[in-house]
C-alpha cells in the first residue's frame, strides 16, 4: 500500500494516509456541497495526523454521528471521524487535501446525502 501526505492549505494541518485510492464520493449534502470535498473512507488506523489535534476546530450537524475537522487558520476541511454502521471506527479523507492522487484518474461516486 502506498503512503499518501496530505494537508490544508496553510499546511498546519499535516497527516499521512496509508492506502490506494481509485474512487472518490461525491456527496451532495449540505456541508459536502457546500466545501467541494471529494471523499473516500478508511479504517481509522490507515490514517495518521502529524500535527496538533489543537489546531483543529470541528463541527457536527445532522445526526451529530460525524466529527468534521477543519484548519483554524486557513479554513480547508482534510478529513473527518466518526464510526461504520459496524461500529468500527473510520476517517473520511478529502483526497482533494493529498497533491499525489490523481483527481482526473478516479471512478467518482455520487452520494445523494441530501436526502438521508
Not at 481509485?22 to 456527496?27: K, V
Not at 460525524?66 to 473510520?90: Q, V, W
Not at 493529498?98 to 436526502?115: C, Q, V, Y
Amino acid at each position: 500500500m502506498t503512503i499518501h501526505q496530505g494537508s490544508c492549505h496553510c499546511g498546519k494541518i499535516a497527516f499521512e494516509v496509508e492506502g490506494d485510492f481509485s474512487e472518490g464520493l461525491d456527496c451532495n449534502c449540505s456541508l459536502c456541497r457546500r466545501r467541494g470535498g471529494l471523499l473516500s473512507f478508511i479504517s481509522r488506523d490507515a490514517f495518521r495526523l502529524n500535527s496538533s489535534r489543537d489546531d483543529l476546530s470541528m463541527y457536527q450537524f445532522n445526526h451529530h454521528v460525524l466529527n468534521h475537522y477543519f484548519c483554524s487558520t486557513c479554513g480547508i476541511a482534510p478529513f473527518s471521524e466518526g464510526k461504520n454502521r459496524d461500529g468500527s471506527e473510520m476517517t473520511a479523507v478529502n483526497l482533494r487535501c493529498m497533491p499525489d492522487i490523481d483527481l482526473d484518474a478516479l471512478k467518482i461516486t455520487k452520494w445523494d446525502g441530501a436526502s438521508k
